[in-house]
């Protein structure tokens, strides 16, 4: 009996979870860190639409690609991608 129910919560999360839509917010912000170990950037932001309030944190950055263009100190325009829980920045345009 445990074992079902345990299933059934499993599924229910499952499908949850699957119905989560992507999202795409354009901001703008400055590099202040970098990790290349885990390809994330510690990014100065100011409001991400309806997502977050102006906060300095850190985001993983996608592709590796998008990585590689960044440096401690630019001024970006990009891309945040949110389907929570997991978030990411792309198309990132240096200034």
């Not at 299933?7 to 901001?27: D, I, M, S």
Request: with cysteine; glycine share 6%; proline share 4%.
């Amino acid at each position: 009996m445990i074992r079902r129910v345990c299933l059934l919560l499993l599924v229910a999360l499952v499908l949850v979870g699957c119905g989560a839509k992507e999202k795409r917010y354009q901001f703008d912000g400055t590099i202040t860190a970098l990790d290349p170990a885990n390809k994330t950037a510690t990014i100065q932001a100011g409001q991400i639409g309806d997502w977050m309030d102006p906060m300095t944190m850190e985001y993983s950055i996608k592709p590796d690609a998008e990585f590689a263009k960044l440096h401690v100190g630019d001024r970006i325009h990009a891309t945040a991608v949110v389907k929570d829980p997991v978030y990411y920045v792309t198309d990132i345009q240096v200034k």
